[in-house]
Nanobody, 115 residues
Framework: QVQLVESGGGLVQPGGSLRLSCTASGTISAFSYANWYRQAPGKEREVVATMIPSGSTNYADSVKGRFSISRDKAFNTVYLQMDSLQPEDTAVYYC?????????WGQGTQVTVSS
């Protein structure tokens, strides 16, 4: 069974940057479609960035111009570059994809933006 393993979260000061990674187990090319979601305490999970097979991307208004989704050439790893982070970006971030009819989720990685 394909697993998605996330890394790169942590504590950062306002205005700082982090880069999240999400890798599919077994060197599977799982990320034709790729999404990053986040869930803040007491709030519903929301999508922040998406990528489709053509490479086109889309972003939530709250992160547009600050976050960037990308993937490696093997479609095995997807990234979320997060710049100009603000306290309201604090959340658990999840990667997500659709692979062979299955919806897959990463385990989540905590991002905390605080001074």
């Amino acid at each position: 069974q394909v697993q998605l393993v996330e890394s790169g979260g942590g504590l950062v000061q306002p205005g700082g940057s982090l880069r999240l990674s999400c890798t599919a187990s077994g060197t599977i090319s799982a990320f034709s479609y790729a999404n990053w979601y986040r869930q803040a305490p007491g709030k519903e999970r929301e999508v922040v960035a998406t990528m489709i097979p053509s490479g086109s991307t889309n972003y939530a208004d709250s992160v547009k111009g600050r976050f960037s989704i990308s993937r490696d050439k093997a479609f095995n790893t997807v990234y979320l570059q997060m710049d100009s982070l603000q306290p309201e970006d604090t959340a658990v971030y999840y990667c997500n994809t659709y692979y062979r009819g299955h919806t897959l989720w990463g385990q989540g990685t905590q991002v905390t933006v605080s001074s």
